[in-house]
C-alpha cells in the first residue's frame, strides 16, 4: 500500500511543477547561505588560530562549504528538471533521471541536517582546542625575541583587551608562569634574583598581571603587580576589586562567542534542512505522478502521487535484500545438483569429417 498518496490532476501537477521550478531556484540562494555561514565561521576561526591546537574544528565550516556548493548544483539542476515536468512530453526524457536525482537529494537533504548538528557538537573539540591553544601562547608570552613567538604577546594582549578577559582560565594563570621577558629583569637586584632562586625552575614568578588584564573601567589606576596583598595598596582588597582587572577567563570568553555563533548557523541550517526537505517531498510527488501519467496513457486525466510506493517496513525489506544481493551478482552457484554447463561437455574432433567420399567407377 502507498505511503500518503495523493490524486493529481494535469492542473495540480502543472502548478506543482511550476511551484517547485520556484523553490529550487530559492533553494540556490539558501545553498549560497550555506556557504556564506560556512566561509564566516572558516574565518572567525582563523582569526584566532595563533591561540586554537590544531584539531579538528575546521569540519564544520568545510562541511558547510561543500554542502552550500553541492546545492547550488542540485538545486539548479531540480529547477530545470521541475520546469519540464509541466509538460508531461519533456518529462519523459527525465524519466529515467528523476529517481536517482532524488536519491542523491536526499542525501544531501541529510548531509545539511548531520552540518546543523555538528555545529551544537563541536563545542567539547573548540573548548579542548582553545585550553590547549592558550596555554602555549601564554607561556611564550615572553618570547618576543623569538622568531615564530615574537607574535604572541600582542596577540594575546589584543585578545585579552578586546574579548575583556584574563589568562587561560582567569587571572591566576599569570601567577604560574613567567611572562617577563628576561632582557627586563634587572639581574643585579636582590629582589630579582631572590624570586629566580626561590622558584625550583629558575623562573621569574610574580603575583601579577600584563596590563591588557586592566578594567579601563576601573574608578582607581589599575593595580597589576601583588594583587593578592592587601596591605601593598591603600585602601584595596582584592576580593572585593573586581573592576580591577578582567576576571573572566580567556577561553571562557572565547568559548561564549563561537558557541553564539555556531547557535546561529545551526538555527540557520535546520530551517535550510527543513525546507529543503520540503522541497524534496514535493519533487517525489511530482515524480510518481507523472511516472503515473505515462503508465496510463492519458496525459489529461488525473494520476497518483506517493512518497513510497509500499510501507515503510517493505521498501526497508526490499532495500536490504537488494543490498545483500549487490555482493553476489557476480558468484558462481554453488547449490548442490546445478553444476557449471560448460562441464562434462563432449570433446569432438574438428580435422575429422563424417563426409562419404564417391569413387567413380572403373570402366569394364
Known amino acids: 500500500m502507498a ?5 493529481f490532476t494535469k492542473t495540480k501537477r502543472d502548478k506543482l511543477a511550476q511551484i517547485l521550478w520556484i523553490l529550487n531556484w530559492v533553494s540556490v540562494v539558501s ?3 550555506l556557504f556564506s555561514l560556512g566561509l564566516f565561521l572558516k574565518i572567525e576561526i582563523k582569526k584566532r588560530s595563533e591561540v586554537m591546537a590544531k584539531g579538528d574544528i575546521n569540519s564544520v565550516p568545510n562541511m558547510l562549504i561543500s554542502v552550500g556548493v ?12 521541475c520546469y519540464d515536468c509541466s509538460d508531461a512530453n519533456k518529462f519523459s526524457r527525465w524519466k529515467l533521471v528523476m529517481l536517482p536525482y532524488i536519491v542523491c537529494t536526499f542525501c544531501f537533504t541529510f548531509s545539511i541536517l548531520v552540518g546543523a548538528v555538528m555545529c551544537y557538537t563541536m563545542r567539547n573539540e573548540l573548548e579542548e582546542s582553545l585550553y590547549l591553544g592558550l596555554r602555549d601562547a601564554i607561556k611564550f608570552y615572553k618570547d618576543t625575541d623569538i622568531p615564530g613567538r615574537c607574535f604572541l604577546k600582542k596577540t594575546v594582549d589584543l585578545l585579552q583587551i578586546g574579548f575583556r578577559c584574563c589568562g587561560n582560565n582567569g587571572f591566576r594563570d599569570w601567577f604560574e608562569i613567567q611572562w617577563v621577558s628576561p632582557r627586563y629583569l634587572n639581574m643585579a637586584s636582590k629582589e630579582v634574583l631572590d624570586r629566580l632562586k626561590s622558584n625550583v625552575d629558575g623562573k621569574f ?65 535546520l530551517l535550510i534542512w527543513l525546507f529543503e526537505l520540503s522541497v524534496l517531498i514535493g519533487v517525489r510527488y511530482l515524480q510518481t505522478a507523472m511516472k503515473n501519467v505515462l503508465l496510463l496513457g492519458d496525459l489529461e486525466g488525473e494520476s497518483d502521487g506517493w512518497l513510497l510506493e509500499n510501507s515503510f517496513v517493505e521498501t526497508a525489506k526490499y532495500n536490504i535484500s537488494i543490498i545483500k544481493n549487490l555482493g553476489k551478482a557476480n558468484q558462481i552457484s554453488t547449490v548442490s545438483g546445478m553444476n557449471d ?13 563424417n563426409i562419404t567420399t564417391k569413387t567413380i567407377p572403373a570402366a569394364r
Open 70 to 81: 553541492i546545492a547550488c548544483i542540485i538545486n539548479f539542476l531540480g529547477g530545470k528538471i
Open 205 to 269: 614568578l610574580v603575583d601579577g598581571v600584563p596590563f591588557s588584564c586592566c578594567n579601563p573601567s576601573s574608578p582607581r589606576p589599575c593595580i597589576q603587580y601583588q594583587l593578592t596583598n592587601n596591605s601593598a595598596h591603600y585602601n584595596y582588597d582584592f576580593l572585593t576589586e573586581e573592576l580591577n582587572i578582567w576576571m573572566k577567563g580567556c577561553r571562557e570568553a572565547l568559548l561564549d562567542y563561537y558557541t553564539d555563533i555556531m547557535r546561529s548557523i545551526g538555527v540557520a541550517a
Open 3 to 7: 505511503v500518503l498518496k495523493v490524486k
Open 31 to 33: 545553498g549560497i547561505i
Open 341 to 353: 554447463p560448460n562441464i562434462n561437455v563432449q570433446n569432438t574432433d574438428c580435422d575429422k569429417t
